[in-house]
């Protein structure tokens, strides 16, 4: 198939910044909304970006999956807090024999969208995005945005780059981002692991942003003990990190602008927070493996200790 179409299932900071690169490439991309409807419907998609600020100013929108045309593949970019939701959003939104695309943080995230939408293949993506919703329809891109993508399977061994992986790819790449493949999907998201487990938690349970983290001796000495613990857990669930890679991990972020993870916007904001996609799943696969993982059990339990007051500000 030479030309696919996007049905970007949550329109937020990450689908609604992927959304609109794929739509100004000339792709056919549809986008989900839901409060922000009547305000897109009003004045379009528009992304902030250091790269050079664009829009999709008739974005193809809709109120409800049930009216979606069905798509070449659903881009999932919803927060899993929502994710009970994707039995009644994704059936309708691919058509038969399409995909999903899994674009969300965490472990074991593809198993859920399988579940909720039998029949289909399922790829995931892994997003290096710092990128923030100011509001209805507006998105501040600050940093990066290239992605990884690979193909899910069923038992969880590595696939190899499929067919269908190099053609999304393609298409990402056409809209002018950085994409690569990953011949092994769990060990992807395992290394996405090393940050988010890191980051994430220790920006809520500080309240701060990551520059922060990386100033305080003992804050970074932190986050790279967190670190170390996520690869001895990916070994103990049979995926190999090298110890490199934490390193790496640690400059990078050194390098960045200040910024303000995922899970510290929404403690902020009063919103749930993605404790069991991005600490739960993993800690529990790790210790089920024999993985002592005392660092982020401790950041787990934290997590659990604090999200009530996120829950409470929204009653």
Not at 117 to 128: H, I, S
Not at 229 to 252: H, N, P, Q, S
Request: glycine residues 10%; hydrophobic residues 40%; proline residues 4%.
């Amino acid at each position: 198939m030479s030309e696919r179409s996007y049905n970007i299932i949550g329109t937020g900071a990450l689908g609604g910044y992927y959304g609109a690169r794929l739509a100004c490439a000339g792709l056919d991309v549809r986008f989900l909304l839901h409060s922000d409807y009547e305000q897109v419907r009003a004045r379009g998609l528009r992304v902030e970006s250091p790269e050079g600020d664009f829009s999709v100013a008739q974005p193809v929108i809709y109120s409800s999956a049930e009216n979606m045309e069905p798509a070449d593949v659903a881009l999932v970019a919803l927060k899993t807090t929502s994710n009970e939701s994707l039995p009644a959003l994704l059936p309708p939104a691919v058509r038969e024999g399409g995909a999903v695309l899994v674009m969300q943080n965490g472990l074991f995230m593809e198993d859920l969208a399988a579940r909720a939408c039998p029949g289909r293949e399922v790829l995931g993506g892994m997003a290096f995005l710092c990128s923030n919703k100011l509001g209805p329809g507006h998105i501040r891109h600050l940093d990066y945005g290239a992605v990884r993508l690979g193909q899910w399977t069923a038992d969880g061994r590595a696939a190899g780059v499929t067919g269908l992986v190099e053609n999304v790819a393609a298409d990402f790449e056409r809209a002018g981002l950085q994409v690569s493949t990953e011949e092994d999907l769990l060990l992807g998201r395992w290394k996405k692991l090393v940050w988010n487990i890191t980051y994430n938690g220790l920006c809520v349970l500080h309240d701060c942003t990551t520059d922060v983290l990386m100033g305080d001796p003992s804050l970074r000495a932190r986050c790279r003990g967190i670190m170390l613990e996520v690869v001895r857990a990916a070994a103990a669930c049979g995926r190999e990190i090298k110890e490199e890679f934490v390193e790496i991990m640690l400059r990078d972020t050194e390098a960045m602008a200040a910024y303000s993870p995922s899970m510290l916007l929404d403690y902020r904001a009063g919103r749930p927070l993605e404790i069991e996609a991005i600490y739960g799943n993993p800690l529990r696969a790790a210790e089920e493996a024999g993985a002592d993982c005392p660092l982020i059990r401790d950041a787990y339990q934290g997590l659990q200790a604090v999200a009530p007051h996120a829950r409470k500000g929204q009653q």
